[in-house]
């Protein structure tokens, strides 16, 4: 048996399999001396890897592109998408897709190198990552894992023994990305651009069998997709707003079908509520900022929707009118699993009229005192109501009887009202000065003990324990914090 098998590695490749059209074969570029600095053991164990074999030499030389598993065919995935409104051609420019890991449960995980080198969509681009940006994605994505959003996994962090010039020279480094696929909007938009009808319907029928085998045999199984992506991305967004998480790059080509949250960019959680807040260096226009994001998602969903016009109905006029009915129910679909989620976080169980205008309230209340998002429902949580001037007001006094009156209006007792605030309120989120201490920590210092202190805090988000109380803290600075699309 050879030293790939006895690591557990189990390769499908069925994307390698699709028309050619569809993606670039092709190898990543070995790197000098590659040194394995973080393996996420819980997530190895779960894909069926043995843990001490990858921490060794030869499982870096994998999580590095220099090795290529038994079984593996490496490429590069093509895709387009709208970036900032404007289409443009696009495709893995620094990523090659090893195969599909088969998992002892049978489940079919994408097994991706990030920042293994240039492929043919590179676009002038060295292909490579620093990392400081590989560790980001690491921190965020896990954490997201934890608070029950879907997500794409980060599996290792390799460093390359190599410089890789940004604005200053930065050590490199290559991410290791599980993700139930690498499917996106972008993904559609570039078949139905390039290859037509025919390659469009084998993609469709790629994504169904792959992703919703349970709507094969419907009777018009490419509106039943449409309706399982909305629904998916429905849910998935509210999730993000639930928490303040702020993706950054919304574009189409960062829209997973799967309804995973893919591409840990430009991303931050909001400290300060405002509905306004933008964390990219690029989003000047606040496109993307934390309000708009629902916004973004239809008109994404509506993107996707036009690639399957021509599946949807033989008539041009009814295939549109179709694909208009379904984006057009999102934002309720969307705002549904919204107001569920706040409730939720308000330890609310039914359903009354008046809901959501004390809910509105609340986020008022929070957006005019600049108040915490996340600590805010967390003391409300633990009702410990000390230390947010906030909790000072006559306003919030007023809405605290309202919010009394509303808890007693229902069935469930006071205990389980606490407990479902429990399950949906985080007590820690990644704060954005704690992920840069611990990148500033591992870039500069290799020391990676703040990094992995972290992620075990954050790896319990609803524990409330004690240990938690200090990454709960924010900065007296009031400078904006800013991210970049450094990954």
């Not at 997201?144 to 980060?154: F, K, N, Q, V």
């Not at 930065?170 to 651009?193: D, K, M, N, Q």
């Not at 990676?448 to 988000?461: A, D, M, Q």
């Amino acid at each position: 048996m050879s030293k790939y098998n006895q690591t557990g590695w189990n390769f499908d490749n069925s994307y390698a399999q699709l028309p050619n059209l569809f993606y670039t074969s092709i190898s990543p570029t070995p790197v000098h001396s590659p040194k394995l600095v973080i393996l996420n053991e819980q997530l190895a164990e779960s894909l069926g890897l043995n843990v001490g074999a990858l921490q060794s030499g030869e499982g870096a030389a994998v999580f590095a592109g220099n090795s290529i598993p038994a079984g593996a065919e490496p490429l590069a995935q093509a895709y387009a998408g709208h970036q900032f409104g404007h289409f443009t051609m696009l495709g893995d420019g620094r990523a090659v897709l090893l195969g599909e890991q088969i998992t002892p449960q049978g489940d079919r995980m994408d097994i991706q190198l990030k920042g293994s080198g240039k492929t043919p969509y590179s676009r002038g681009g060295d292909g490579r990552a620093t990392l400081g940006p590989m560790l980001r994605e690491y921190i965020v994505s896990e954490a997201m894992h934890a608070l029950g959003i879907p997500t794409t996994r980060s599996l290792a962090v390799v460093t390359t023994g190599e410089l890789i010039w940004r604005e200053t020279k930065l050590p490199g480094a290559i991410l290791t990305r599980v993700a139930a696929s690498h499917l996106r909007v972008g993904t559609f938009e570039y078949v139905v651009r390039w290859g037509g009808v025919d390659k469009l319907q084998i993609l469709a029928d790629y994504t169904i069998k792959r992703h919703f085998p349970e709507i094969a045999d419907d009777e018009n199984k490419y509106l039943s997709l449409l309706q399982e992506v909305i629904n998916r991305q429905a849910e998935l967004i509210a999730k993000w707003q639930l928490v303040g998480f702020i993706h950054g790059v919304m574009n189409t080509d960062n829209m997973a079908i799967s309804g995973e949250t893919i591409d840990y960019g430009p991303c931050a959680f909001m400290d300060v509520y405002d509905p306004d807040t933008v964390f990219s260096s690029i989003d000047t226009q606040g496109r993307y900022a934390y309000q708009n994001q629902p916004i973004i998602g239809g008109w994404n969903l509506a993107r996707f929707a036009e690639t399957l016009l021509p599946l949807l109905h033989e008539e041009p006029e009814q295939a549109v009118k179709i694909a208009q009915e379904e984006v057009s129910g999102f934002s309720e679909l969307f705002h549904s699993h919204w107001l569920t989620g706040m409730r939720a976080k308000l330890g609310i169980f039914n359903d009354e009229p008046q809901d959501e205008n004390l809910i509105t309230d609340l986020l008022d209340l929070m957006k005019d005192h600049r108040a915490d998002y996340t600590n805010t429902f967390r003391a409300l949580t633990m009702n410990r109501l000390e230390g947010m001037d906030l909790f000072k007001t006559e306003r919030f006094t007023q809405w605290q009887k309202r919010w009394r009156d509303r808890m007693e209006r229902q069935q469930e007792s006071t205990a389980s009202s606490q407990e479902l605030m429990r399950k949906s309120n985080p007590s820690v989120i990644p704060r954005n000065h704690r992920v840069e201490e611990a990148l500033e920590a591992a870039v500069e210092k290799e020391d990676y003990s703040v990094l992995e202190r972290l992620h075990n805090i954050l790896s319990t988000p609803y524990a409330y324990t004690e240990e938690q109380a200090e990454y709960c803290t924010v900065p007296a600075s009031t400078a904006p914090y800013v991210t970049y699309c450094g990954t």
